[in-house]
């Protein structure tokens, strides 16, 4: 299978693991706290997995921009989840991780490109990776 490809068992779909992620998770910002990356990790699990969900508020702008938005985070996550994929399968535990813009929103960022986004989403990856190390 692709790997840049999402199967729905990779999804965080259920509002039960959202509110579980943003009470019992952690947080961290992107050094130009453009996004924020909510995450939880789960301990001796029998299948180590990551899943993964994108989280942006109404007041951020119209939905055509909050959609673009979101499809641009999520792409960057699937180009670059083998970061991630190979220390939770080494330590045998789950991942939750649910990004989020912080400062990003249709105001400041008319028209939001990969790569304004790009670098801020991988230092958060590899600081979850580093986190969980």
Known sequence: MNSFFSPGSERIKSKKE????????????????????????????????????????????TAVWRNRVKRLLRQVYRENKFLLKNSIEEKKISLMLVLAPNFVNQGVFKKVSLNEIKYSVLELMLKIRDNIN
């Open 18 to 61: 959202l509110d579980l992620i943003f009470k019992n998770g952690n947080t961290l910002l992107s050094f130009d706290k453009k996004i924020k990356a909510h995450y939880l990790v789960l301990n001796n699990s029998e299948n180590p997995n990551a899943k993964f969900a994108v989280a942006i508020s109404k007041k951020s702008g």
